[in-house]
């Protein structure tokens, strides 16, 4: 998890307990089971499967970044792994810069939180507006790739927050 994943674990932990962090962390892989599961039974053609990551800056390197953290353990990166292997392209949809910026801004929100402290009414339309703009970055990111309009879809992050291309 990092540094930063590791500070956030203990945030919560000391916020909601032991058991809460157990308990959301089965429901995190009975969700990676339950996608792998799906998938395993679709009869895909991955060689025109494309996979736009959240999370994944637009940069170059993402197939590193993937392998990375892949082998670091992660379940998102390790099913990306498997489908590439297969012949999917994955794209990185992010911007490095808003991504940099939200890291930046989560290390502040848990150093208030270590001190005690609530999150500002700037830090929190911060996180807002932070949101908002990855998410715009993401729709264009997915609409500029993908010219050819292959398939519908629609990105959604694990808070609930939706871009759809338009």
């Known amino acids: ?23 959301n962390l089965n429901l995190v892989d009975s969700v990676w089971t339950a996608i792998e599961r799906t998938l395993g039974g679709l009869n895909l053609r991955y060689e025109v499967v494309r996979v736009y990551q959240d999370g994944l800056p637009v940069c170059g390197h993402e197939l590193r970044i993937v392998s990375e953290l892949a082998r670091a353990g992660s379940r998102n990166h390790q099913l990306l792994q498997r489908m590439r292997l297969r012949g999917a392209t ?21 150093a208030d939180a270590a001190n005690r402290q609530v999150a500002s009414a700037d830090e929190q ?38 871009c759809p291309p338009s």
């Open 90 to 110: 994955i794209i990185g949809t992010e911007s490095a810069e808003l991504l940099v910026e939200e890291y930046q801004l989560a290390r502040q929100l848990l």
């Open 125 to 162: 339309t911060l996180a807002c507006s932070l949101l908002e703009r990855r998410d715009r970055y993401c729709a264009a990111s997915i609409i500029s790739a993908d010219r050819d309009n292959y398939f519908c879809r629609l990105v959604t992050r694990v808070n609930g927050s939706v």
């Open 1 to 23: 998890m990092g540094t930063l994943g590791d500070a956030f674990k203990h945030a919560l932990v000391d916020q909601l307990g032991e058991q809460w962090w157990q308990h």
